[in-house]
């Protein structure tokens, strides 16, 4: 399936070209930009389409990347999976400051990332992440050009870096020049250009067992790399993602070299991003049948780590594959006897039998509020109805974390 990204340059006060803004689209056509696609579904598409599908060299070259992250990319820490040395994260102007957002700014810049402000509008309220930022992008089209100097004057004197975004005319262009402007963007330059590249899906039971074989306390690398050996797409995925974690310090040479680049925790994250970017999800329903079945995973999973620490990783696999059916509209049998599940995973979704069926049932009830019957299952698998809280909410926070990196 082909991907499409959008770039439009950044330029600074020489005519050198800098940076890239990229933006998701979902056609050729500039202005296709995904009408039924919320703002942290577009920054984390943008951000596998980048990274994976097209990559960065392809994209910017040897200049930097500026990607918009959104709340929820933001609390999720999304950014963690850029290259911190070959991109600048802008923070949109929707992002409100509170002090998880704040937080959250404050471990990404801690990390070493680049801060951009996107539109911003200075208020008293915003200091907390004008302290952090390196770059501030303000709107220009239609503004005062003396407010405009006053302002990039004020921001300078703190050492910040001012671009003047939406320039359109040249009148508009030296405005910015005699203003202070460092950075500039706009029509005037140059509208996005839609890049294209080809999404290339790996097999659905081949990423269930590898993100399993992740979630394993025994982990073993030789056996994860004869999974990803088993798939080329799956493989060419993983090399992608290796060579964009390397932020340019030597090539990829085998699959075991490119697992421990990446590291176990940011490559089963991108796992399960795969594994969401290989069903349809065209139509609302499509997303929430995705969004229920990565919730009924991790709430396995959080309730087996309660009671049986060990079989943690069968129930995450247990609970995702309960919904892998109607999401991927493959028979559950087709899926059990692709993946070649355990006995005990096999029991608890055909069966709903055995010591993972329970954690199944529980989500179930709680999914369709049949609270009487969750109290209880819950009883009696030891649980209080404050811990099975405890758990949903913590699954829902999870699945936030997984759905913006797609």
């Known amino acids: 399936m082909d991907v499409y990204v959008a770039r439009q340059p950044i330029f600074n006060s020489l005519g050198a070209v800098v940076g890239y803004e990229l933006l998701y689209r979902e056609g050729t056509v500039d202005n296709s930009a995904g009408d039924n ?5 577009m920054s984390a598409r943008t951000i596998v389409s980048s990274l994976v599908d097209i990559g960065l060299a392809e994209l910017v070259g040897s200049s930097r990347a500026w990607i918009n992250i959104p709340e929820a990319a933001l609390l999720e820490d999304a950014w963690s999976l850029l290259d911190r040395t070959s991109c600048v994260i802008e923070v949109l102007e929707t992002v409100p400051v509170t002090e998880d957002t704040t937080a959250a700014v404050q471990r990404m810049v801690s990390a070493g990332y680049e801060m ?8 008293p309220e915003h200091e907390p992440f004008l302290s952090k930022a390196r770059v501030i992008k303000l709107d220009v089209l239609g503004k005062d050009p003396l407010a405009l100097e006053e302002q990039v004057r004020a921001y300078r004197k703190r050492g910040l870096t001012v671009l003047a975004e939406r320039i359109e005319t040249q009148q508009q262009y030296q405005a910015c020049l005699r203003a202070g402007f460092e950075l500039f963007q706009g029509y005037y330059f140059a509208r996005p250009e839609v890049m294209a590249g080809v999404r290339v899906a790996p097999q659905v039971p081949v990423l269930a067992q590898a993100i399993n074989k992740l979630a394993d306390d025994d982990f073993n690398v030789r056996e994860l790399e004869q999974t990803f050996q088993g798939d080329p797409s799956l493989t060419y995925k993983l090399l992608r993602i290796a ?4 932020h340019g310090n030597g090539s990829v040479d085998s699959v075991r070299k490119a697992i421990a ?19 349809p999800q065209k139509r609302g329903e499509d997303s929430e049948r995705f969004r229920v079945a990565l919730e009924r995973a991790r709430f396995a999973e959080l309730v087996m780590e309660r009671l049986d620490r060990r079989r943690s990783p069968s129930a995450f696999l247990a609970g995702l594959l309960s919904m892998l059916d109607v999401v991927l509209g493959v028979p559950l049998e087709e899926i059990i006897t692709m993946v070649n599940v355990s006995d005990e995973v096999r029991y608890a979704l055909l069966d ?8 199944i049932l529980l989500s179930e009830h709680c999914e369709l509020g049949l609270w009487e019957a969750a109290t209880g299952q819950a009883k009696e698998l030891g649980l209080t109805p404050e811990e099975v809280q405890q758990i949903v909410l913590e699954a829902a926070r999870w699945t936030r974390s997984v759905r913006s990196s797609l």
Not at 243 to 246: T, Y
């Open 37 to 41: 696609c919320d703002s942290a579904t």
């Open 116 to 123: 951009a402000l996107d539109d911003f509008v200075n208020t």
């Open 243 to 246: 060579n964009s974690a390397a």
């Open 352 to 359: 709903r039998l055995g010591p993972l069926a329970g954690p």
């Open 261 to 279: 680049m990446v590291g176990r925790t940011s490559l089963r994250r991108w796992l399960v991003v795969l594994l969401a970017a290989s069903g």
